[in-house]
């Protein structure tokens, strides 16, 4: 059966989640616009700097710190952020960012939040529900 175009934007989401590098949660993020994939992120550490599966250890984990709480003292940059620093603001108007978890409660946190509206994002979809910005 040929999927819906949320589902197939999903199935992208949770192939890009894939590559998180994060021990403790995998996110994947598509943002697309009129049907157009603008923008792919997903969580792990800054760019040049060692990630978390290479070195085996997590702060917040070793802490049995709650999730979404103490966010910094992570060393990762949050999928819905890493999609949007790669792309312009100007694609960005209207879209619709989907977001994949390896938990079943995905959603973005407080600060991925106010990212997506100031990027212009309208919508987020994740399996569970749509969120409109």
Do not use: W
């Amino acid at each position: 059966m040929r999927p819906s175009k949320d589902e197939y934007y999903l199935n992208i989401a949770e192939t890009v989640m894939q590559r998180s590098t994060c021990l403790r949660r995998k996110y994947g993020s598509v943002i697309v616009k009129n049907d157009e994939i603008i923008a792919t992120g997903y969580n792990g550490s800054p760019r040049g700097e060692i990630n978390c599966c290479d070195t085996g250890k997590c702060l917040r984990q070793e802490q049995n710190i709650p999730h979404g709480e103490r966010y910094e003292l992570c060393c990762s940059v949050h999928s819905e952020a890493n999609a949007i620093i790669s792309a312009s603001r100007r694609d960005m108007q209207g879209a619709t960012l989907y977001l994949a978890s390896s938990e079943p409660d995905a959603e973005p946190c407080d600060m991925c939040r106010r990212l997506i509206k100031n990027a212009g994002i309208t919508q987020v979809i994740t399996r569970e529900k749509i969120t409109e910005v």
